[in-house]
C-alpha cells in the first residue's frame, strides 16, 4: 500500500508565499514523476508542475516563473513553493506520482488535496 501525505495549504494574501510538501510512504520500489494539480470551485483538475526526474520540470504557463518545484529523492517527497500568489491560484492542490511497488508495476497515486486560499 502506498499513500501520499501533503501539508502546507492554507490562508494567504495576494502576493504571498506558501510551500507545499508531499511525502510518499508505503511499499515504494521507485518513484518515477511526482509533481503537482489543482482543481478549483466549478473547474476540471489541471496540472500545476510536474518532475519526472532531477533534470526536469514542466510547469503550466499560469504559474512559470511563481512556482518552483523539488523532490527530496531520499525522502520520497516532493515540494511545490508557491511565490506571488494571485487569488486565482485558489484551489485544491493534490500531490501526484507515478510509483512502481515492484519491478513489474507502475501506479498512479494522489493525495488527498490540501486548501490553498488566497484573498485579502
Known amino acids: 500500500q502506498v499513500q501520499l501525505v501533503e501539508s502546507g495549504g492554507g490562508l494567504v494574501q495576494p502576493g504571498g508565499s506558501l510551500r507545499l510538501s508531499c511525502a510518499a510512504s508505503?511499499?515504494?520500489?521507485?518513484?518515477?514523476?511526482m509533481g503537482w494539480f489543482r482543481q478549483a470551485p466549478g473547474k476540471e483538475r489541471e496540472l500545476v508542475a510536474l518532475?519526472?526526474?532531477?533534470?526536469?520540470?514542466d510547469y503550466a504557463d499560469s504559474v512559470k516563473g511563481r512556482f518552483t518545484i523539488s523532490r527530496d529523492n531520499a525522502k520520497n517527497t516532493v515540494y511545490l513553493q508557491m511565490d506571488s500568489l494571485k487569488p486565482e491560484d485558489t484551489a485544491v492542490y493534490y500531490c501526484?506520482?507515478?510509483?512502481?511497488?515492484?519491478?513489474?508495476?507502475?501506479?498512479?497515486?494522489w493525495g488527498q488535496g490540501t486548501q490553498v486560499t488566497v484573498s485579502s
Open positions: 508505503g511499499s515504494i520500489f521507485s518513484i518515477n514523476t
Open positions: 518532475k519526472p526526474s532531477s533534470s526536469m520540470t
Open positions: 501526484y506520482a507515478r510509483i512502481s511497488p515492484n519491478p513489474m508495476r507502475e501506479y498512479s497515486y
